[in-house]
Nanobody
Framework: QVQLEESGGGLVQTGGSLRLSCAAS????????MGWFRQAPGKEREFVAAISWWGSNIVSDSVKSRFTISRDNAKKTGYLQMNNMKPDDTAVYYC?????????????????WGQGTQVTVSS
């Protein structure tokens, strides 16, 4: 079983940047698809981005021009670079993995989840 730990969240001003990291431990990570989701207060958790082990990725249209997903298989770590941030980006951000397969946007397609990291964007 793989375990995930997010880091890099915090408080940032509108227009600022943050880079979230998701470190995996346990079984091999290289064949997993990694996804990022977020949940704002009072809202359902939503898909942000996903990346396959070979680097193919998909990013939600709502953040596509500002967020970038990447991964370093040797370090067993995934990243979400967030630029030009807005107050609407305020949420708890979660990383998740699914073993093998293609890119997926649904929560149910992911097997293992991290605890989440809080991101707050001040206006």
């Amino acid at each position: 079983q793989v375990q995930l730990e997010e880091s890099g969240g915090g408080l940032v001003q509108t227009g600022g940047s943050l880079r979230l990291s998701c470190a995996a431990s346990g079984r091999t990570f290289s064949n997993d698809v990694m996804g990022w989701f977020r949940q704002a207060p009072g809202k359902e958790r939503e898909f942000v981005a996903a990346i396959s082990w070979w680097g193919s990725n998909i990013v939600s249209d709502s953040v596509k021009s500002r967020f970038t997903i990447s991964r370093d298989n040797a370090k067993k770590t995934g990243y979400l670079q967030m630029n030009n941030m807005k107050p609407d980006d305020t949420a708890v951000y979660y990383c998740a993995v699914r073993q093998g397969g293609g890119l997926r946007l649904g929560e149910r397609d992911y097997d293992v989840w991290g605890q989440g990291t809080q991101v707050t964007v001040s206006s």
